[in-house]
């Protein structure tokens, strides 16, 4: 079945950095927009990232500058990479695919993200 | 990005119908057929439950259903079961600033 596993949510210090991993299967990875999308604790839903099938990015002003999506199509895979690291960035971050009509239609379980002294 | 608004929370008892609005701008929801909602009970993933403003992913329940009036777009459950009870989100792309934008979420309390 379609599925999307993320991976490499951990506790990291202000200022530290972190990838996140999607691991998708079950579908053509290549053919689908993706994103990320946050939800701190106790809160909202929050897009945070974007990239095209082809490789075209954009991110949320909350994270421009600090957070580089990218992917590995040969290997099904989403990445985030996060530097410069701030409390406010504490979340569940979660793996999600794009269909046309820009809907999220197929969500990973999340990733615990926690910035912390 | 500024969140579209959401009440933060509705409930109703088994049985009734609950409606759940979700206001935005002529930016977003009201410049937009793609508005979709997503229900999310504690600790799970979000699940897509409408898309497009009115359409029903195959395998969601037809007692979900949506639609939309210029900035406003509303969520209307029908026949509410105690397995509705969750948190409700709605999300519209941003052709401003090209990005999507969530509402605040919305408690619902199955009494």
């Known amino acids: 079945q379609m599925q999307l596993v993320e991976s490499g949510g951990d506790l990291v210090k202000p200022g530290g950095s972190l990838r996140l991993s999607c691991a998708a299967s079950g579908f053509t990875f290549s053919d689908y927009h993706m994103s990320w999308i946050r939800q701190a604790p106790g809160k909202g839903l929050e897009w945070i990232s974007y990239?095209?099938?082809?490789?075209?990015?954009d991110s949320a002003e909350s994270v421009k500058g600090r957070f580089t999506i990218s992917r590995d199509n040969a290997k099904s895979s989403l990445y985030l990479q996060m530097d410069s690291l701030r409390a406010e960035d504490t979340a569940v971050y979660f793996c999600?695919?794009?269909?046309?009509?820009?809907?999220?239609?197929?969500w990973g379980r999340g990733t615990l993200v926690t910035v912390s002294s | 990005q500024s969140a579209l608004t959401q009440p933060a929370s509705v409930s109703g008892s088994p049985g009734q119908s609950i409606t759940i609005s979700c206001t935005g701008t002529?930016?977003?929801?009201?410049?937009?057929?793609?508005v979709s909602w997503y229900q999310q009970h504690p600790g799970k993933a979000p699940k897509l439950i409408i898309y497009d403003v009115t359409n029903r992913p195959s395998g969601v329940s037809s007692r979900f259903s949506g639609s939309k009036s210029g900035n406003t777009a509303s969520l209307t459950i029908s026949g509410l079961q105690a397995e509705d009870e969750a948190d409700y989100y709605c999300?519209?792309?941003?052709?401003?600033?090209?990005?999507?934008?969530f509402g605040g979420g919305t408690k619902l309390t199955v009494l």
């Open positions: 999300n519209s792309y941003e052709s401003t600033s090209a990005y999507w934008v």
């Open positions: 990239i095209s099938s082809s490789g075209y990015t």
């Open positions: 002529n930016s977003d929801v009201g410049n937009s057929n793609y």
């Open positions: 999600v695919r794009i269909m046309v009509g820009d809907y999220f239609d197929l």
